[in-house]
């Protein structure tokens, strides 16, 4: 009678298998949201406090430049570096938009891995499901074979 068993084994191989793709899918669900809500923080956030500082370096160097008594013109130590801050600060602000789509895509491509890896759970869990259906087939073969040969019913 081990064919229930396999039956069940197979029921709960399913079963299984379901829960642990819901759990992988609900996982990747929230590595989106939260390359969403990382994404808007940036934005509205971190990004214009960034601005923010820039600016304000720029008018104290300003005003440092001045107070020295040198010209702020074009071709003049003052104003090359002013020009050169500009472009590091420039620099900055690619770097950490870069910094940050290279972060939204590490969560969205995790997420799609986890949605990856729910879909072989549930593989996983259907061909054991199949296995064991495939061996109560069998146990109900034998049995019926033993039963046959005996010329009574073999229940084993």
């Known amino acids: 009678m081990s064919f229930i068993g396999n039956i069940a084994a197979a029921q709960s191989a399913k079963v299984i298998g379901r829960y642990n793709q819901s759990v992988l899918n609900q996982q990747a669900e929230y590595n989106k949201?939260?390359?969403?809500?990382?994404?808007?923080?940036?934005?509205?956030?971190?990004?214009?406090?960034?601005?923010?500082?820039i600016n304000t370096y720029n008018a104290d160097q300003f005003v440092s430049t001045l107070r020295t008594g040198a010209e702020f013109r074009e071709g003049e130590t003052g104003y090359l570096v002013q020009l050169k801050n500009l472009r590091n600060q420039a620099t900055q602000v690619a770097i950490n938009d870069y910094n940050e789509a290279i972060n939204q895509n590490d969560l969205i491509n995790q997420s799609i891995l986890l949605q990856a890896k729910g879909v072989g759970e549930r593989l996983k869990g259907d061909?054991?499901?199949?296995?064991?259906?495939?061996?109560?087939?069998?146990?109900?073969?034998?049995?019926?074979?033993?039963?046959?040969?005996?010329?009574?019913?073999?229940?084993?």
Do not use: C, H, W
Request: charged share 25%; hydrophobic share 35%; aromatic share 12%.
């Open 33 to 53: 949201k939260q390359a969403e809500v990382k994404k808007q923080v940036y934005e509205k956030f971190d990004k214009p406090r960034f601005a923010e500082q």
């Open 127 to 156: 061909m054991t499901a199949r296995s064991e259906l495939y061996k109560a087939g069998g146990s109900l073969l034998g049995m019926g074979y033993n039963s046959y040969q005996a010329g009574r019913l073999v229940i084993s």
